[in-house]
């Protein structure tokens, strides 16, 4: 199924990128994952208050998904994800988290080549790069709750406090608004065949790629094919009742430009297939439905199921 030369970026962060990489790596080495660095949460929350660095854990799971195949570096992968236990000052920290953390200031707050040093010790099937060179915060607009005054709104700021906050996200935004991009991001995107956004959490994964300038102004002038994959569900405090057309929805309204070609969805995950096919043609794309699920009825998706529907969009054989 390989296509030798196929360069592909995938946008992401969390169990969502991972995903999506553990099926690009099924076609590709010409893989770069893009990392969103605004989990303020768990362990990399502890560590960027506490160091000057970006928050580690989406991009130890890049890393981890991109592993080599052989034992040795399958084991490394293994350490990258390990927890530590106990109740001390390390205890839920992964091991990983503090290996990039240390590495980052060993090269003078380089995550870039940090990441490096790890893409080499794991045999990595392509490289990880940050979004961006500081810290990101997000900043969402979240309607009340409240029936008795449903026009209220309130100002959120942080990952984890929008993921739990109860209420639909109106409106999302980075702090530093213009954060700087690192140019090796900006070659990948610039050099593409694939881009891929999705699946992940719509408003603090995936969306947060589209509100940063240097970022979008290079996805809008690639030529690469963006190719969109929905999630399987809502997600609890971020889309709750969103159908698939209305999660198309939102993120049409954050293109700014960036040009839409193909939506891949779960053909079991589809209610309305005609109205998710209006909302993907309203954009000029192609809607790809496909059984993209874990086959055991889990909310996540199947590598080689999701392989084999990238596969079909950019004619890998």
């Known amino acids: 199924m390989e296509t030798p030369g196929l360069r592909v970026v995938a946008l992401g962060g969390g169990h969502g990128l991972a995903a999506a990489l553990a099926a690009w790596r099924r076609l590709t080495t010409e893989l770069t994952a893009v990392v969103t660095v605004a989990d303020d949460g768990g362990s990399s929350g502890r560590i960027r208050r506490e160091m000057p660095v970006l928050p580690p854990g989406d991009l130890r799971m890049a890393l981890a998904a991109l592993a080599g195949d052989d034992p040795r570096t399958q084991e490394m992968a293994a350490l990258l994800q390990h927890r530590f236990g106990g109740s001390g000052v390390l205890a839920g920290h992964p091991v990983g988290n503090l290996m990039l953390t240390g590495l980052t200031e060993m090269h003078g707050g380089d995550a870039v080549r940090a990441l490096g040093v790890l893409e080499q010790l794991l045999g990595a099937r392509g490289r990880v790069l940050p979004m961006a060179e500081v810290p990101l915060d997000l900043v969402a607009t979240v309607a009340s709750v409240d029936p008795d005054d449903p026009q209220e709104t309130r100002r959120i700021r942080g990952q984890v406090a929008i993921a739990s906050t109860p209420g639909h996200v109106e409106d999302i935004r980075v702090s530093p608004a213009d954060p700087p991009v690192p140019p090796e991001v900006l070659a990948a995107i610039a050099t593409a065949d694939v881009v891929s956004l999705g699946p992940g959490s719509w408003y603090t994964s995936v969306l947060p790629h589209l509100l940063v300038p240097r970022l979008r102004t290079a996805l809008a002038e690639t030529t690469a094919r963006v190719v969109v994959v929905l999630n399987l569900e809502p997600q609890v405090g971020e889309t709750d009742g969103f159908s698939p057309e209305e999660h198309l929805r939102v993120l049409l309204a954050h293109l700014g430009g960036v040009s839409l070609h193909t939506v891949i969805a779960d053909t079991a995950a589809v209610v309305d297939r005609r109205g998710l096919l209006s909302a993907v043609q309203a954009c000029g794309a192609e809607l790809v439905l496909a059984p993209v699920a874990a086959p ?22």
Do not use: E
């Open 296 to 317: 055991d009825g889990a909310p996540q998706h199947d590598p080689s199921r999701l392989a084999a529907a990238l596969a079909s969009v950019v004619g890998a054989r």
